[in-house]
């Protein structure tokens, strides 16, 4: 099968769409298929092969955080080249309602079309608002997934129709076989994210980590992510900042190695969240997680049953459950046993199945219109079925 795919946010920025889309394209290129991604680049940007850069992106505030996204006359263009050179039997775009090369594409796109909405934004006015534009758009798709109850009910209330959810895909045993780092191990906390975003969460960390370092002045924190790392620990006192360390950007390998050292992670994210890769991540590593009870979080952990959960925006209730955590061995090793065992549900095994089943289905059915309009076509001329 010739799967083309959007993705609409810069690949040269890492985010959990992009690395949903390479690691779908990578799975379907290992099964057999030809796959072409086009995305957002900078001209320096080193790229797969499966890549197609559709031109530099520039920021723009969006769900909450700020988005490298890809729009306007030049960026349509090369949609249509894109497509048109393709010629692909499905086009796969995620994010078709944001202002950038899912929309552009969908504008532009003849044949099957497969999107997947990952937004969980329950109070979206502009969403709302853009709808008259967007209709023409959504109606030529074919068929929707959302990646989590979240995110079909934001789909659901904003645009109407519905969507089949299926959750992010992990390569589960990546993340299990990685080896620990023995200077990560001893007493750690870890968090993985943008530094200076707000959303997610670590000011709310930082805000814990006095009272956590009180009890167990041993403890370590490990932050992997870009941003300002000095306005990061600003907020704690002169003596505890050397409990901090910060990693700066870490490679996947190091990332899941992270994961497999630390003693519990933390997502202490505060909201726009729909889904929540890194909790899979660190289920898969084996890593004890703790996390903020947003819906979307509550949903990957099994309402508590696969990893703990606190108080959103709640730093008190954060350091009571990381000190509860760091001070019973037994709790942990029970987390990680549950984990590991609901983490298998968001295996690429399963979820590149299932989404591959949705392309058999609209490209089955697309052939099957096809083949009653050519029907429709000899009967109407007294032409002799050729069947």
């Keep these: 099968m010739r799967i083309g795919i959007v ?45 197609v850069s559709a031109g530099r992106a520039v920021p723009v505030p969006y769900n909450g955080s700020v988005a490298r996204l890809n729009f306007g006359f030049l960026s349509a263009a090369r949609v249509r080249r894109w497509l048109h050179e393709g010629t692909f039997d499905v086009i796969h775009i995620h994010e078709p309602t944001s ?43 074919s068929a929707r997934i959302a990646v989590s109850e979240y995110a079909r009910r934001t789909l659901v209330e904003h645009l109407g129709g519905d969507a089949v959810v299926i959750p992010n895909g992990v390569d589960v045993d990546v993340f299990a076989k990685a080896e620990a780092k023995s200077e990560w191990q001893g007493g750690t906390l870890g968090f993985i994210g943008r530094i200076d975003e707000p959303r997610k969460g670590l000011p709310v960390l930082m805000k814990a980590l006095p009272k956590i370092l009180a009890e167990r002045p041993e403890t370590r924190l490990l932050v992997a992510g870009r941003g300002d790392e000095e306005e990061a620990v600003a907020t704690l006192p002169v003596e505890l900042r050397d409990r901090v360390e910060f990693l700066g950007m870490v490679s996947d390998e190091d990332k899941a190695r992270l994961l497999r050292s630390v003693d519990v992670y933390v997502a202490p994210n505060t909201g726009g969240e729909s889904f929540g890769i890194i909790l899979v991540e660190a289920m898969s590593a084996g890593a004890p997680v703790l996390a903020s009870d947003l ?59 299932d989404i591959l089943s949705v392309y058999e289905t609209v490209t089955d059915g697309a052939a099957s219109v096809a083949a009653d309009e050519r029907t429709g076509l000899r009967a109407r001329f007294g032409l002799a079925s050729r069947d």
């Design 7 to 51: 993705c609409p946010y810069s690949w040269d920025v890492p985010g959990g769409v992009q690395f949903h889309i390479r690691d779908l394209a990578e799975h379907l290129i290992r099964w057999g298929h030809e796959v072409s991604v086009l995305a957002p680049a900078d001209d320096e940007t080193p790229l797969p092969p499966y890549v």
């Design 99 to 141: 202002p950038s090369l899912g929309l552009l594409a969908c504008w532009a796109a003849q044949g099957p079309i497969v999107a997947t909405f990952h937004t969980s934004n329950p109070r979206s006015r502009a969403m709302i608002a853009a709808y008259p534009i967007l209709q023409p758009a959504l109606e030529k798709i």
């Design 295 to 353: 819906d979307a979080f509550a949903q990957v952990l099994n309402q508590g049953g696969a990893g703990e959960l606190f108080a959103n925006e709640d730093a008190d209730a954060l350091a009571s459950s990381a000190l509860r955590l760091l001070g019973d061995p037994g709790r942990r090793a029970e987390l990680q046993e549950r984990g590991s065992a609901h983490v298998r549900r968001f295996d690429w095994s399963t979820v590149g199945a």
